[in-house]
């Protein structure tokens, strides 16, 4: 288990936290959409962090080729009709190139700066020419709005408890999620990023912004600062 990560419920738990069977039960939410508004038609997709695969098979179903990466062999046995890589993003060097790289789950925010250096310098390196990078950030309020709830359509609820900082500009943030017949929690460190936080940390990596896809610019598309502007 990484320091300052833990996971508490049923089934398998991986090292930042995260509950097998639990993400298995969590719906997808939007982001396909998003992402599919974002990028060509039919594109190959470097999916970063992939989970048991609630992203892989929604974007499967809309006609990408995904290659998704994870460093838990537990969540890759969940993926279906993906090829599947075990792999800690910030070591994986493929020697290929992809028309879309795709870092979710918040993991931007990862409270190790070099290891987000590195995630990020990882993203980079597989983007092929003309290609993207597509990433999702934390909403602006997601450290300041708590403790707060949501009850699921389909029964369950989810909760961030608390976030509390623990030095050098990192957070604590516990979370639980409560169904009918089982209860989990995840407690892992995030580093809130300002806009222009964001922003300095990807230009360490040769990044820049090309546009924020959604309002609350909790999603983004980046590319890297050589290519010709568009925006």
């Known amino acids: 288990?990484?320091?300052?990560?833990?996971?508490?419920?049923?089934?398998?738990?991986?090292?930042?936290?995260?509950?097998?069977?639990l993400y298995s039960r969590l719906p997808v939410g939007n982001e396909p959409e998003v992402i599919a508004e974002a990028v060509p038609p039919g594109a190959h997709i470097l999916e970063?962090?992939?989970?048991?695969?609630?992203?892989?098979?929604?974007?499967?179903?809309?006609?990408?080729?995904?290659t998704a990466v994870d460093e838990s062999a537990e969540m890759l046995e969940r993926v279906r009709g993906a090829r599947t890589l075990c792999s800690p993003i910030?070591?994986?060097?493929?020697?290929?190139?992809?028309?879309?790289?795709?870092?979710?789950?918040?993991?931007?925010?990862?409270?190790?700066?070099?290891?987000?250096?590195?995630?990020?310098?990882?993203?980079?390196?597989?983007?092929?020419k003309g290609g993207c990078l597509l990433i999702q950030r934390e909403g602006e309020d997601y450290h300041s709005n708590v403790p707060r709830e949501r009850v699921d359509p389909s029964g369950f609820t989810i909760r961030i408890v608390s976030t509390e900082p623990v030095g050098d500009g990192v957070h604590s943030v516990r979370a639980e999620y409560d169904f009918p017949d089982a209860a989990w929690t995840q407690t892992?460190?995030?580093?809130?990023?300002t806009k222009d936080q964001f922003e300095e940390a990807l230009a360490e990596a040769g990044l820049r912004?090309?546009?924020?896809?959604?309002?609350?610019?909790?999603?983004?598309?980046?590319?890297?600062?050589t290519e010709e502007r568009t925006d």
């Not at 892992?188 to 990023?193: E, K, T």
Request: include cysteine; glycine fraction near 10%; charge should be neutral.
């Open 188 to 193: 892992f460190r995030s580093r809130p990023l």
């Open 48 to 66: 970063l962090g992939s989970g048991v695969g609630r992203m892989t098979h929604a974007l499967l179903e809309r006609g990408f080729t995904v």
């Open 209 to 225: 912004v090309e546009r924020y896809l959604t309002e609350d610019r909790i999603w983004v598309k980046a590319v890297p600062v």
């Open 90 to 128: 910030e070591d994986l060097a493929l020697g290929e190139t992809f028309d879309v790289v795709l870092l979710a789950s918040f993991l931007v925010h990862n409270g190790d700066v070099e290891l987000r250096r590195r995630m990020l310098r990882a993203c980079a390196r597989h983007m092929a």
């Open 1 to 21: 288990m990484r320091e300052g990560h833990k996971g508490t419920g049923p089934g398998a738990i991986t090292p930042d936290g995260c509950a097998v069977e």
